[in-house]
């Protein structure tokens, strides 16, 4: 069932945003003469390796720097990046990707290899469905550019101050999926380019529906600031213990 969602949806919005797709490919290509797409090493569902199509936003071969993590005063980002990435039109391609069976509408989000070789056994789990286009985290934390604007290190900021919750919202979704909680999330990522305290809102009702912790709750909220943590799993001793289910 939820195969056939995706494959419907996916080609449906493909083709009804084939005249956006194009102008920003042309746009993309006019600034330097390079293709407009980026594609990028992500791990998908089983630990599989795939390309993951974006458009580009970044200067040619940004991705040689090392750096995986991007904050929004990235000095790679182009002129035109820079819009591409504030309206989310970068994400767009991923619908192929969907298609193709690579990637889900709704899932966690895929990782860049070298993310996923230091995940722990129990973020392994992230990796037991689906990745797809948004999800809890993709709402949650849209605005990852501007948490690590300023950072000396973004990978290592990342891995301190998104990565444990983004995880933790991601497992949450993958024992909680549904095709309901699908709809919902592909509703609120909607709502979220109009309204991001409404769309935050809703997530917290949703999260709190299918039983989250309330620390993910609060965190989801996005009112207070995020502080360092460690990942679920960590092992005893660490800063916080991975949240616990009933």
């Known amino acids: 069932m939820k195969r056939a969602f995706d494959l419907i949806v996916a080609l449906a919005a493909?083709?009804?945003?084939?005249?956006?797709?194009?102008?920003?490919?042309?746009l993309i290509w006019l600034q330097d003469r390079h293709s407009p797409f980026y594609l990028g090493s992500?791990?998908?569902?089983?630990?599989?390796?795939?390309?993951?199509?974006k458009f580009r936003s970044m200067v040619v071969h940004a991705d040689r720097t090392g750096v995986a993590s991007t904050a929004g005063d990235d000095g790679r980002i182009t002129r035109l990046g820079r819009i591409v990435r504030r309206l989310k039109v970068d994400e767009?391609?991923?619908?192929?990707?969907?298609?193709?069976?690579?990637?889900?509408?709704?899932?966690?989000r895929p990782n860049v290899p070298t993310e996923v070789a230091v995940y722990t056994d129990v973020e392994r789990g992230l990796l037991s469905v689906r990745p797809g286009v948004t999800d809890f985290a993709s709402i949650v934390f849209a605005d990852e550019g501007e948490i690590l604007?300023?950072?000396?290190?973004?990978?290592?900021?990342?891995?301190?101050?998104i990565r444990p919750w983004?995880?933790?919202?991601?497992?949450?979704?993958?024992?909680?999926?549904s095709l309901g909680i699908d709809l919902r999330l592909l509703v609120l990522t909607a709502i979220g380019a109009v309204s991001r305290a409404r769309a935050l809102r809703g997530v917290q009702r949703l999260l709190g529906r299918t039983g989250a912790p309330a620390e993910l709750i609060r965190v989801a909220g996005r009112s207070d600031p995020l502080r360092a943590t460690d990942p679920p799993g960590t092992a005893e001793g660490a800063r916080q213990q991975p949240l616990r289910y009933a």
């Open 14 to 26: 493909l083709a009804v945003l084939a005249p956006v797709l194009l102008a920003f490919g042309v």
């Open 42 to 53: 992500r791990v998908g569902q089983g630990g599989t390796s795939f390309r993951m199509v």
């Open 92 to 108: 767009l391609p991923q619908l192929w990707n969907v298609v193709t069976g690579d990637m889900s509408l709704v899932g966690p």
């Open 149 to 161: 604007r300023g950072s000396g290190d973004p990978d290592r900021d990342y891995r301190l101050l």
């Open 166 to 177: 983004k995880s933790r919202l991601g497992l949450h979704y993958v024992r909680r999926h």
